[in-house]
């Protein structure tokens, strides 16, 4: 367990809506992960942050947004949601140490209608 | 890009049978990383290996590094119902990021 809140757990939204998910580490880590899981595709990075005000695109970043304005907080964004964004995101924390072991906290499942 | 394959995608045993998953990748990474996952829940970390040839064993599972660092495998002896999950893998990259390379997966099913 590496201390990684994410909240809500579900949520529905309709098209169109804005929607903020909110991972929360307790352990100071400075790299934090969002990452979408679906089915027939795995797990895509989103984006990630290095640091405070730190941030850049993954491999699926667009219609998202993120902010980090403290260590322990990394906010994602959809600015609109769109059915197309419908998934299971996680987010996810490096240690630090030499290695790129990630850990992941227990995702936020979420529908857009 | 770097990328993954995992295979296989399913598999379905029955207990007490032995089986392997693979990880294969033309590209070399920093390290590789083994995780479950059960429904519902986020992936759990098994290992993570870094060196090239490098053998970890957890329990019944037997997890080794391919000596060019491109390909992984993860062994489990006498599977039981409790490992029934979904077994992921992740390449570490040379990359300003640390992102890691998922493969796609391989879902586990343990018949009593």
């Known amino acids: 367990d590496a201390g990684i809140t994410q909240s809500p757990r579900h949520k529905v939204t309709e098209t169109g809506t804005p929607v903020t998910l909110r991972c929360h580490q307790t352990e100071n880590h400075r790299y934090m992960y969002w990452y979408r899981q679906d089915p027939g595709h795995g797990l895509r990075l989103i984006h990630y942050s290095y640091g405070v005000k730190d941030t850049d695109k993954g491999e699926v970043s667009d219609g998202y947004s993120v902010s980090r304005s403290k260590t322990e907080d990394f906010l994602l964004t959809l600015e609109s949601a769109t059915s197309s964004q419908t998934s299971v995101y996680f987010c996810a924390i490096r240690t630090s140490g030499g290695t790129d072991t990630q850990y992941f906290g227990p995702g936020t499942r979420l529908t857009v209608l | 890009t770097q990328l993954l394959e995992q295979s296989p995608q399913f598999l379905s045993i029955q207990e007490g049978e032995n089986l392997t998953v693979y990880c294969n990748s033309s590209s070399v990474f920093s390290s590789l990383q083994w995780y479950r996952q059960e429904p519902g829940e986020g992936p759990v970390l098994l290992v993570t290996v870094v060196t090239g040839g490098e053998v970890k064993k957890l329990k019944r599972l037997t997890f080794q590094f391919g000596d060019a660092r491109k390909d992984s495998s993860l062994h489990i002896t006498a599977a039981q119902p409790g490992d029934t999950g979904l077994y992921l893998c992740?390449?570490?990259?040379?990359?300003?990021?640390?992102?890691?390379?998922f493969g796609g997966g391989t879902r586990l099913m343990v018949k009593p």
């Open positions: 992740a390449g570490g990259g040379y990359n300003a990021g640390n992102m890691l390379t």
